[in-house]
């Protein structure tokens, strides 16, 4: 039986199920995102009692939330290249180990340089890890199911902090902010020898059946990886002879705004901006980022469900990114509110639409050309980390001045508008880039 919608063919015969291989790799790299944004959001969890403890002024401060962005953010063209060379099982697996060992020893430290030193680690160890998970999922699944299983690993970095938020916050107030480093670090190594032992490409992979194969590569999957061809710096500067490069960049900038908000100062700002003890901090930290999750599985569901029923790649794929964009502005009318329940509201509101937009990975996966789909991926995400330099940083400097967060939350409803206008003047035809090879 076909089914065929805009100009997608997905192949599965009558009264054959194709298998569900594709979604015990999808599990696992929605752990690994998990585990992933844990380790960036600990420090955040701890800073009100850390840095206290360490004696650290705000734009201390500042500086330690943007340091992981520094790295990581400059790491990910070579890391998208490592995925490239090394695939994802080698290239994924190290780096759950070494920036899990570097957060594990986060909680040994006894000031600003050994912490800040530790961040910029954590940074660069963790480069290839949304390279390899948009290759991950354009190597397993068909086109038709990209935007929801896109969707299905991104909410891990939302779901994540939902679950451990206020059990990190617990163990922060009843144990120490040590013990959070050393829990999440400790659980991010565990799993790093669970991934080299389950993790394989469709190729490679002998629990896939041949009827989940053939589905899969019918339906678009790349199941032979990438293509191998020799590394040119020429073939990396052509990315940026396509609009769709530019407008991707610039709005995996926006969306990355709002969320180092939320990674970042969000829970400083419940304790000293709305005067939430840390416990109660905690209780009303999850709110946005469950909100979020629905948002980023709603993003996706719309996108795939747009494309099913015949609507183009672009409509399908850009639709539910702008309308998150021009949502997520709204997060400035936090300050016009003193009403703590309504500004979580208004908050939870918009990065619940943040989360909406958070489908880019999918536009990625569809864009990318075959040979730099980890270099691709690097190269957008270091687009978007450069808002995990810059937001902090001002963020905190804006804090220094004003005492206050009303102009941090402007800016960040700003740069929201920003990314809907370039995804909708500047993105064009969301189609693969095809390279000149001489």
């Given at each position: 039986?076909?089914?065929?919608?805009?100009?997608l063919k997905t192949?599965?015969?009558?009264?054959?199920?194709?298998?569900?291989t594709r979604y015990?790799?999808?599990?696992?790299?929605?752990?690994?995102?998990?585990?992933?944004?844990?380790?960036?959001?600990?420090?955040?969890?701890?800073?009100?009692?850390?840095?206290?403890?360490?004696?650290?002024?705000?734009?201390?401060?500042?500086?330690?939330?943007?340091?992981?962005?520094?790295?990581?953010?400059?790491?990910?063209?070579?890391?998208?290249?490592?995925?490239?060379?090394?695939?994802?099982?080698?290239?994924?697996?190290?780096?759950?180990?070494?920036?899990?060992?570097?957060?594990?020893?986060?909680?040994?430290?006894?000031?600003?340089?050994?912490?800040?030193?530790?961040?910029?680690?954590?940074?660069?160890?963790?480069?290839?890890?949304?390279?390899?998970?948009?290759?991950?999922?354009?190597?397993?699944?068909?086109?038709?199911?990209?935007?929801?299983?896109?969707?299905?690993?991104?909410?891990?970095?939302?779901?994540?902090?939902?679950?451990?938020?206020?059990?990190?916050?617990?163990?922060?107030?009843?144990?120490?902010?040590?013990?959070?480093?050393?829990?999440?670090?400790?659980?991010?190594?565990?799993?790093?020898?669970?991934?080299?032992?389950?993790?394989?490409?469709?190729?490679?992979?002998?629990?896939?059946?041949?009827?989940?194969?053939?589905?899969?590569?019918?339906?678009?999957?790349?199941?032979?990886?990438?293509?191998?061809?020799?590394?040119?710096?020429?073939?990396?500067?052509?990315?940026?002879?396509?609009?769709?490069?530019?407008?991707?960049?610039?709005?995996?900038?926006?969306?990355?705004?709002?969320?180092?908000?939320?990674?970042?100062?969000?829970?400083?700002?419940?304790?000293?901006?709305?005067?939430?003890?840390?416990?109660?901090?905690?209780?009303?930290?999850?709110?946005?980022?469950?909100?979020?999750?629905?948002?980023?599985?709603?993003?996706?569901?719309?996108?795939?469900?747009?494309?099913?029923?015949?609507?183009?790649?672009?409509?399908?794929?850009?639709?539910?990114?702008?309308?998150?964009?021009?949502?997520?502005?709204?997060?400035?009318?936090?300050?016009?509110?003193?009403?703590?329940?309504?500004?979580?509201?208004?908050?939870?509101?918009?990065?619940?639409?943040?989360?909406?937009?958070?489908?880019?990975?999918?536009?990625?996966?569809?864009?990318?050309?075959?040979?730099?789909?980890?270099?691709?991926?690097?190269?957008?995400?270091?687009?978007?980390?450069?808002?995990?330099?810059?937001?902090?940083?001002?963020i905190g400097f804006?804090?220094?001045?004003?005492?206050?967060?009303?102009?941090?939350?402007?800016?960040?409803?700003?740069?929201?508008?920003?990314?809907?206008?370039?995804?909708?003047?500047?993105?064009?035809?969301?189609?693969?880039?095809?390279?000149?090879?001489?």
């Open positions: 039986m076909f089914h065929e919608k805009a100009g192949i599965a015969p009558a009264g054959v199920r194709p298998g569900k015990l790799m999808l599990f696992l790299i929605f752990f690994a995102t998990v585990i992933n944004y844990v380790d960036r959001t600990n420090l955040a969890v701890v800073a009100p009692i850390l840095s206290e403890d360490l004696g650290l002024d705000r734009i201390q401060m500042g500086l330690l939330f943007s340091a992981f962005a520094w790295t990581y953010a400059f790491a990910n063209l070579p890391g998208g290249f490592i995925v490239d060379r090394l695939g994802s099982r080698v290239a994924y697996g190290w780096s759950l180990f070494l920036w899990s060992a570097a957060t594990f020893v986060q909680g040994a430290v006894s000031g600003f340089a050994a912490l800040f030193g530790l961040r910029l680690l954590v940074g660069a160890a963790e480069a290839p890890a949304f390279p390899s998970n948009n290759r991950v999922v354009t190597m397993w699944f068909p086109k038709s199911e990209r935007g929801s299983a896109t969707s299905f690993y991104v909410v891990g970095q939302y779901i994540g902090t939902a679950m451990f938020t206020p059990l990190l916050f617990w163990v922060a107030v009843t144990y120490g902010w040590r013990e959070v480093f050393y829990l999440t670090g400790g659980l991010g190594i565990i799993f790093a020898f669970i991934w080299f032992k389950v993790y394989r490409d469709p190729k490679e992979c002998k629990r896939v059946s041949k009827e989940e194969l053939r589905y899969i590569e019918e339906g678009g999957a790349l199941t032979g990886g990438v293509q191998q061809a020799d590394f040119k710096w020429s073939l990396v500067w052509q990315l940026f002879e396509h609009r769709q490069i530019w407008a991707i960049c610039i709005g995996k900038f926006a969306i990355s705004s709002t969320l180092f908000f939320f990674l970042t100062w969000f829970p400083t700002y419940l304790v000293e901006e709305r005067g939430m003890t840390m416990l109660k901090a905690g209780f009303f930290a999850v709110m946005p980022y469950i909100a979020a999750s629905v948002g980023v599985l709603l993003g996706g569901y719309w996108s795939d469900t747009l494309l099913k029923r015949g609507y183009s790649m672009s409509v399908a794929r850009k639709l539910p990114i702008v309308t998150g964009f021009v949502f997520a502005s709204t997060i400035f009318l936090a300050n016009f509110t003193e009403s703590n329940l309504v500004a979580i509201s208004i908050l939870s509101f918009a990065f619940f639409a943040q989360g909406v937009s958070s489908m880019s990975w999918a536009i990625i996966s569809e864009v990318a050309p075959k040979e730099l789909i980890g270099v691709t991926g690097g190269v957008c995400n270091f687009a978007g980390n450069l808002a995990g330099i810059i937001m902090p940083i001002t804006i804090l220094a001045y004003t005492g206050s967060f009303s102009w941090a939350l402007g800016l960040v409803g700003i740069a929201a508008i920003t990314g809907a206008l370039s995804y909708t003047f500047l993105l064009g035809p969301v189609k693969r880039i095809e390279l000149r090879h001489e």
